[in-house]
């Protein structure tokens, strides 16, 4: 009923108003209190760097310590970690609701039971995946009195069943080359054909080194020709299958390890200008000295008329382009050849010079 004096709050509304005042006023009187923030207290800022990948069956989450505060001071102190999850039907990402958030993890980092610490960086796996569902992530560092400081930004993945890793992987070393080959992967880890390969990873580590990806891209056909590589350097490799899940990528987990070992195949050129000289304690034999800059010495052979087959006269290499053949007798005919010999593991050697006969 509209009057000349303005709306009026009927009564019913009034009585609900004064029951829910006098419900605030009996809760502040009685009953656990929250602890309010102290107003001096300064929060962490958000954490550094803030990853989340996929790795085998877990979706990994990675992230560094922050180094402020809210006010942009140094920050001296941080008891650990808290790790908020959402998940939501759907593979493609969307927007979800802060109250659909939920503590997955609380990593204290006086005993990080459900994380790991390194140095500066903290590590948790989520391994409590449903398949057809994206999943999505916020970290926060909170101080002593457990108060969280800045929240990072939000990290999604989808998640579904990974394919099979790859088997009988073979790894061929070559000259400065590794040829990698496996047979094509054709199912899920569930035995279900997987329908959406987009291909393979191929991962490379060298001595005690990190694991590196040799192409960001996955290659679309079972087989790779790695040709960033050095001789007699011993290379590890392993190699996973790769399919697409909504707009993201799922690996499967490793393939069994291949070493190989790249070497020198490529022997050096031929000695030119073998030149054969009777001298007074033997035969005399000069060349010109190899270009090659990896040769690291020569041999020489000799066989005598009506012999069929060359022998080597020194097992030790000769450093220069010299040689003196004391073991040659007067009044035969002898045929000599040079090579050159590389610095290379397997001590590759070039084809025979151009033959020297002389008449001693």
């Not at 394919?163 to 590794?178: C, N, S």
């Not at 000069?286 to 020489?300: E, L, N, Q």
Request: charged share 25%.
């Amino acid at each position: 009923m509209r009057g000349g004096r303005g709306n009026t709050i009927p009564p019913a509304l009034l009585s609900t108003l004064f029951l829910f005042l006098l419900g605030l006023l009996l809760l502040a009187g009685c009953g656990k209190k929250l602890a309010p923030i102290p107003p001096d207290a300064v929060l962490p800022a958000a954490v550094r760097d803030f990853r989340l990948t996929q790795e085998g069956d877990a979706l990994v989450l990675n992230w560094l310590f922050p180094r402020e505060n809210l006010l942009g001071q140094p920050l001296t102190q941080i008891q650990g970690f808290r790790v908020l999850r959402a998940e939501l039907k759907g593979l493609e990402p969307a927007l979800p609701y802060p109250e659909e958030f939920a503590l997955v993890a609380d990593i204290d980092l006086a005993y990080p039971r459900m994380g790991e610490v390194r140095g500066e960086s903290a590590i948790y796996q989520d391994r409590n995946l449903v398949p057809e569902k994206r999943y999505y992530y916020r970290v926060a560092a909170y101080d002593q009195a457990g108060y969280p400081g800045a929240w990072s930004r939000t990290l999604s993945h989808a998640w579904g069943p990974p394919p099979r890793a790859p088997q009988d992987l073979k790894a061929a070393p070559g000259d400065r080359i590794v040829r990698l080959a496996w047979p094509p992967v054709t199912q899920q880890q569930d035995g279900r054909p997987v329908q959406d390969l987009v291909g393979y990873r191929v991962y490379r580590h060298a001595g005690e080194g990190a694991w590196l990806l040799l192409k960001p891209e996955p290659v679309t056909v079972p087989a790779f020709q790695d040709v960033a590589v050095l001789n007699d350097v011993e290379y590890t490799y392993k190699v996973r299958a790769v399919r697409r899940i909504g707009p993201d990528l799922l690996e499967s987990i490793d393939s069994p390890s291949r070493t190989a070992m790249p070497e020198k195949r490529t022997p050096p050129p031929p000695v030119l200008n073998l030149v054969a000289v009777a001298g007074e304690n033997g035969v005399e034999l000069r060349w010109d000295p190899s270009s090659a800059p990896d040769v690291a010495g020569y041999r020489i052979y000799r066989r005598q008329e009506g012999e069929v087959k060359f022998i080597l006269l020194t097992p030790k290499l000769l450093t220069r382009p010299a040689f003196l053949d004391e073991q040659a007798h007067r009044g035969r005919i002898y045929y000599y050849y040079a090579t050159a010999v590389d610095n290379s593991r397997r001590a590759n050697e070039s084809i025979p010079s151009e033959e020297a006969g002389i008449s001693y």
